[in-house]
């Protein structure tokens, strides 16, 4: 409390508050006064709420503003209040440097001139000042309560003066005790001057009601801060404002508001002049000086007429001494202490020299050394009056922030905002930030834009740089409800196919282990649509049992996501631990996804080891597909020359899987970021579209929506269809007509019709061959009633009734391998509609050898995608 009281009762209290009551007039002036207190008091209902959410440490205003609202405000807003407490030194110790040249101008002692011996003694004030609080905290605390004495005594030596009978000198400079007369003349404005306006005095005054939080800028220091800054916080802002209250009253109600000084202007019997003025009821006549606005005294006119008015003057000079140098003192120590803070939370780059703390207190020594250069810079303004203004905008810029934290935090609802003062109202607080502002702007708008334009700034930096810090914000808590709230709003929304998006579920492993996969998604989602990579841990229950590393904490470890913000992909994550790989994505495809907000696609890697695997793991894999087409999922399957499992090379073991398996060992060290082939940018090359059957145009979408990217832009979309030579030209331009109408820009549309021929012999030896490490043992040997239960048993195996009946696509697939060998050899990419075996009537084993004969030694890689037949393309309206 007396921290905060010493702060509040600086310089504007003794030097100016009497000055602004005579431009303002009482009444005016207890606005101005109400109006200050009404903000910093709901400023400090709401640093109390906020103080007392939590423990509160070292920082204050910025600890306080940034803990709530996260980094991006509360940088941005440290930053400006540690140098507005900077300014503040300035502002306080210009007052105590006015004082002292004007005792010394009324003894005859001057230095230089006026305005220079005011920087003269107010830079070697602030020299001292840093002197004492670089001593260390407890030499400031024993000066701060000497001050708060020597403040009380000159506040009780002025009350006294008021009710002693005014001697001729004091009258001879405007103060004639009570009268009624007086207080009515001066309850009414008489502005004065350039700063002759209400928001005018009320800029100069509202610096004087901002100390109110020196005692949450020392939180680290106090004992139990979360009940010392309500209570010393409120009561010190009660006590202050009555104090404002009773010096503007009693002051205005005693001493008129011009008066020359003189002892000779008495108003004599025998004048029949005009008499201007109050004091012509007393006797006194100072119409020679209203007239030609050469008054030296009165409240108007003599900034020191609280020292006048005083029983004993001295004790009103050492009040001003107190005022001045407790409230420099604190803002001495309180600009470094936040400036500390800010700097050790490396929100900012070239900041963190100042952070360094020394001795057992953990001074910030550098930190006081550039408040001292800052405030000293601010003295060679040497006038109070172009000071304050400057402070106001930036301390109601602070006070905006905190009540708008104490607003936000809530109105997010967050079971974390469980402040134990209560008192305190949320609306309140919004409306004070909006006060706080329109202030701003009434005062000096152009300090108003300098001081947004800085918080933007650094709004903007916070953003783009997103600093690994996470305080538990109320801006987070925000994004928690908006997201929350728009997911449960899309329920009431029909899907239409105008706004299909695929949204993809992407079998990557652990996503560092199939990087060329993630980037290659990224490419068609970002910005657009959903993206979640997953993970099956595969484990047996004896293994369950015996692991070192728990299952669930290698499908669920932090370490992913973290690969995918380094990497810049914004994709979900999502890991499961099943029995098997195919349960494991079973459960993917049927869980993932929230609301609206789920998968549509399928997304994984080709199994590069088909023909080597077991027979079962190549059923398994065909498996997944059937599970996503049942599921009325889309499937894409990638298909790279060198493969796309990486994890080999981070020496991790590997299950069977898709495109190898997936890792089950956990790494401390964070996962390589390995260079993909789709992070690059592309040249000018050509993605060839292979449109062999219409599945509601899936297989289109994708190449255009790869196209939009930059890295992707310089490559040609060629479309490919199959077609007869005798309609070749008429199909390529109903196929030209149709893209037009989709308006997906692809101008290059080739009709093959060469598709359907047979293929090399050569190439159906080879397919022949790795089919027969699958096909059923017809041998004569074995019975031929035993042959349906043994296929029942491995329904993997291929029997010749199964070749015989898909004997035709099998050819299909060999020959279109063919053809993209002859058509694609260069292209950056291809894209080619997958086939599909039914279940039941192709075995996985030879729909597997299918995809491998139609994609094997090409080059480019091989997207092969399949849409559930849901028209994804529209050229209607609606």
């Known amino acids: 409390m007396i921290r905060c009281m010493l702060n509040i009762w600086g310089v504007i209290l003794f030097l100016r508050l009497p000055w602004i009551t005579a431009q303002a007039g009482i009444g005016l002036t207890w606005v101005i006064i109400l109006l200050s207190s009404c903000i910093t008091g709901i400023t400090g209902l709401s640093t109390s709420a906020i103080a007392t959410n939590g423990k509160v440490k070292g920082g204050g205003t910025y600890f306080l503003i940034s803990r709530s609202l996260g980094p991006e405000l509360g940088g941005s807003i440290g930053l400006i209040f540690a140098f507005a407490n900077a300014v503040a030194v300035a502002m306080h110790t210009v007052g105590f440097a006015e004082t002292v040249r004007d005792l010394m101008s009324e003894n005859g002692a001057v230095m230089v001139d006026r305005t220079n011996d005011i920087r003269i003694i107010g830079i070697i004030t602030v020299t001292c000042l840093l002197g004492i609080s670089m001593a260390g905290m407890a030499w400031e605390s024993k000066a701060q309560i000497l001050f708060f004495l020597v403040i009380m005594v000159s506040f009780a030596s002025y009350i006294v003066g008021t009710i002693i009978p005014a001697s001729p000198e004091k009258q001879a400079k405007g103060f004639f005790s009570y009268k009624a ?17 209400f928001f005018g005095m009320f800029s100069i005054f509202f610096p004087s009601a901002t100390g109110i939080l020196a005692g949450a800028n020392i939180s680290g220091d106090l004992k139990n801060p979360t009940v010392a800054i309500p209570r010393g916080t409120m009561m010190a802002i009660f006590w202050t404002t009555m104090s404002y209250l009773i010096i503007s009253a009693t002051i205005g109600s005693c ?38 606005k050469t008054c030296t005294y009165g409240i108007s006119n003599y900034y020191q007429s609280m020292s006048m008015v005083s029983a004993f003057a001295p004790l009103i000079t050492a009040g001003i001494f107190g005022a001045t140098l407790s409230s420099a003192l604190a803002c001495l120590v309180s600009a470094p202490k936040v400036f500390q803070c800010l700097c050790k939370d490396k929100l900012y780059p070239f900041i963190g020299f100042f952070g360094k703390g020394y001795g057992k207190n953990n001074e910030p020594l550098r930190g006081y050394l550039l408040t ?19 402070i106001s905008n930036f301390f109601l810029c602070s006070y905006a922030l905190i009540n708008f934290s104490c607003f936000h935090a809530s109105i997010t609802n967050s079971p974390g905002w469980r402040p134990s003062f209560r008192f305190y109202s949320k609306w309140l607080s919004l409306l004070c930030a909006v006060c706080s502002v329109i202030i701003m702007f009434l005062l000096t708008w152009w300090a108003a834009l300098i001081a947004f334009g800085v918080v933007f700034v650094l709004l903007g930096y ?10 538990g914000s109320s801006v987070q808590a925000s994004s928690y409800n908006i997201a929350l709230n728009q997911c449960v709003g899309l329920n009431h929304v029909e899907d239409h196919v105008k706004n299909y998006r695929p949204q993809c579920l992407v079998l990557t492993g652990p996503p560092s282990s199939r990087p060329a996969l993630v980037d290659l998604v990224a490419c068609f989602t970002k910005g657009l649509s959903l993206m979640m990579c997953c993970n099956v841990v595969t484990v047996s229950p004896t293994q369950h049992a015996h692991t070192y590393t728990p299952p669930m904490e290698k499908a669920s470890s932090d370490r992913h996501v973290t690969w995918l913000n380094q990497r810049k992909v914004r994709s979900f994550y999502r890991g499961v631990v099943a029995t098997d790989l195919g349960s494991g994505v079973n459960m993917l495809l049927q869980a993932a996804g929230l609301g609206r907000i789920r ?8 199994k590069k080891d088909c023909r080597s695997d077991t027979p079962q793991a190549a059923y398994n894999y065909i498996g997944i597909l059937h599970d996503a087409f049942d599921l009325q999922y889309g499937v894409c399957i990638l298909r790279m020359k060198e493969g796309l499992d990486v994890s080999h090379t981070c020496q991790s073991h590997v299950n069977p899987g898709y495109d ?8 401390i060290e964070p996962e390589p970021q ?6 690059k940018k592309q040249e000018k090359k050509t993605i060839d579209v292979y449109w062999l059957s219409d599945d509601g145009g899936l297989t289109l979408l994708l190449p255009y929506l790869l196209t939009r990217r930059k890295r992707w832009a310089r490559c040609k979309v060629r ?56 096909r059923l043992d017809t041998s004569p040997k074995q019975d031929s009633d035993s042959e349906p239960p043994r296929q029942q048993e491995e329904p993997w195996m291929i029997t010749d009734q199964d070749l015989e009946r898909n004997q035709a696509k099998s050819l299909r697939q060999i020959r279109l391998n063919e053809v993209l060998q002859d058509y694609s050899r260069d292209a950056a990419l291809i894209i080619i509609t997958m086939p599909v075996g039914r279940r039941g009537v192709c075995p996985n084993t030879l729909y597997l050898l299918w995809l491998d004969a139609l994609s094997r030694d090409l080059r480019p890689p091989v997207l092969m995608v399949r849409g559930n037949h849901e028209n994804v393309l529209t050229f209607y309206c609606q």
């Open 599 to 606: 998968p549509n696609v399928l997304l994984m890697g080709f």
């Open 181 to 197: 007369e007086i207080f009515a003349a001066n309850f009414v404005p008489n502005w004065q001057g350039p700063d002759g306006s």
């Open 372 to 390: 001292y250069i800052i405030a000293s810079c601010f003295i060679l303004i040497a006038e109070l009056n172009t000071i304050a203004p400057i």
């Open 674 to 679: 390995t260079s993909t082939v789709f992070q």
């Open 255 to 292: 001493v008129v508001r011009d008066a020359s000084g003189g002892l000779n202007d008495t108003l004599l019997p025998s004048s029949s002049g005009v008499c201007l003025g109050e004091a012509c009821q007393y006797g006194w006549d100072f119409t020679e000086c209203i007239t030609n």
């Open 462 to 471: 916070t953003l783009y740089k997103k600093p690994a810090v996470n305080w």
């Open 719 to 774: 479309v490919f269809v199959g077609g007869e030579t005798a309609k070749k030209e008429q199909q390529r331009e109903e196929v030209l007509a149709l893209i037009k109408k989709f308006r997906l820009g692809f101008h290059d549309v080739e009709v093959l019709t060469d598709i359907y021929q047979n293929p090399k012999p050569e190439n159906v030896r080879h397919f022949e061959n790795i089919v027969g490490r699958f």
């Open 660 to 667: 190898g398996g997936q890792e089950t060992s956990i790494s």
